[in-house]
């Protein structure tokens, strides 16, 4: 089953809303980099405003978004790539320094997101074009290491635009229960009171994993979080993956960057030499001859 992303409008077109369910593809990732709870609802949150961003943020199949999170938590850094497979798919790929970080509930008996992440750090948000060249860096100051408000905070510093921000994963023994997000965007037509009404609309409205776990409709959680009943469908059928782009060929471009003196010392020490993807795990082995070969290549 594939992960499910639509945009809707309300209030005659003046507010854009994505609604998205992750939560295939944050077991994935649970899966991936065997994460415990903790760091599942940490990671699983980033993986969702991700997965929306590429719908939301990005325009060309040449665009690139990297975004940099680290905290003075334990969970230490953690990075996610995006990018766009065709104009339906989003592509994501995520690495987290400590995955093993456990900590205790909270007592309202929530995940301590912020308490794994830091509540004192930096969030970076880099977009780039590989033909244009275009680049673009946003960087804020962590406001709690929850996640949302975090990426609240840089959509309204960086981005000059009014956003309300949902993101939320329910985990239990047996993984990824439900995760998913909505991004809520007015434009500048809309007035005082629809706003108001949104507002409310989401102070009233249950957490989005949770109205998930009833199994609402994405249509239904979006009417709920507007307030506005004639929500009209813009776009759906988005969807988004887990791509990794390693490869032999780029590990080995990386073992050649080390140069000859480094090359050389792993052969005298190792005679071999495994390389791990950090965002898949994968393993790549190189042999002596493959190492001694890349050496005659190396400066």
Do not use: W
Request: glycine share 8%.
């Amino acid at each position: 089953m594939q992960n499910k992303i639509i945009k809707f409008l309300a209030y005659d077109k003046k507010v854009a809303v994505m609604c998205a369910d992750t939560t295939n593809i944050v077991e994935e990732i649970r899966k991936i980099h065997d994460l415990t709870p903790t760091v599942t609802a940490a990671v699983g949150r980033v993986a969702t405003v991700g997965a929306m961003m590429a719908h939301l943020e990005m325009k060309e199949l040449t665009d690139n978004i990297t975004i940099q999170i680290k905290g003075n938590g334990p969970i230490g850094s953690i990075v996610e790539n995006i990018s766009l497979e065709n104009s339906k798919q989003g592509n994501i790929r995520l690495y987290v320094e400590n995955p093993h970080v456990e900590l205790p509930l909270k007592t309202n008996g929530k995940i301590d997101v912020g308490g794994a992440v830091g509540h004192q750090g930096y969030l970076n948000v880099i977009k780039q074009n590989e033909v244009t060249n275009g680049n673009y860096n946003g960087l804020i100051p962590l406001v709690s290491g929850e996640i949302a408000e975090d990426f609240t905070e840089f959509f309204a510093k960086s981005e000059q635009k009014p956003t309300a921000l949902a993101l939320g994963v329910l985990v239990n023994k047996d993984g990824v229960k439900k995760a998913g997000g909505y991004i809520i965007n007015p434009m500048p037509d809309c007035t005082d009171e629809e706003i108001s009404n949104i507002e409310n609309a989401i102070k009233n409205a249950k957490p989005i994993s949770e109205m998930l776990d009833q199994n609402l409709s994405l249509e239904e959680i979006a009417k709920i979080v507007t307030g506005d009943k004639n929500i009209e469908i813009l776009e759906q059928d988005l969807d988004v993956m887990y791509k990794c782009n390693c490869s032999r060929d780029r590990i080995e471009r990386g073992i050649l960057s080390l140069g000859k003196e480094e090359i050389t010392k792993i052969i005298e020490e190792d005679g071999k030499l495994e390389a791990k993807c950090h965002f898949c795990n994968k393993k790549y082995q190189f042999s002596l001859e493959e190492l001694q070969k890349i050496k005659e290549n190396a400066k």
